[in-house]
């Protein structure tokens, strides 16, 4: 998901998922403690990873989150056109 990518925080607020943006917080809060205490490249290297793994997951938290708000997949439909999608 390429909005969670790059705006994470703004992302997971428009979509309402609190829960994800309460992890999301608490690993950024951690990393950045995590920064002071621990020297080298290895933390630098998580803050430029952690992003790329999360907008890989950002569509599945949402999915996880719907499913706690008891929402389920009937299926999916497709057409060229949205009225023949309907159809």
Same mark, same amino acid.
């Given at each position: 998901?390429?909005?969670? *990518?790059?705006? $994470?925080?703004?992302?997971? &607020?428009? +979509?309402? /998922?609190?829960?994800? #943006? #309460? !992890?999301?917080?608490? &690993?950024?809060? !951690?990393?950045? /403690? *995590? @920064?002071?205490?621990?020297?080298?490249?290895?933390?630098?290297?998580?803050? &430029? *990873? =952690?992003? =790329?793994? =999360?907008?890989?997951?950002?569509?599945?938290?949402?999915?996880?989150?719907? @499913?706690?708000? +008891?929402?389920? *997949?009937? @299926?999916?439909?497709? !057409?060229? +056109?949205?009225?023949? $999608?309907?159809?």
């Amino acid at each position: 998901c390429w909005p969670a *990518l790059f705006i $994470a925080p703004n992302w997971l &607020i428009v +979509r309402f /998922l609190w829960l994800p #943006l #309460l !992890g999301y917080l608490v &690993i950024a809060v !951690g990393l950045s /403690l *995590l @920064g002071r205490y621990v020297p080298g490249p290895v933390v630098p290297v998580v803050w &430029i *990873l =952690f992003p =790329f793994l =999360f907008a890989l997951e950002a569509t599945e938290l949402r999915r996880w989150t719907l @499913g706690r708000r +008891r929402w389920r *997949l009937v @299926g999916a439909a497709e !057409g060229q +056109r949205r009225d023949e $999608a309907e159809l």
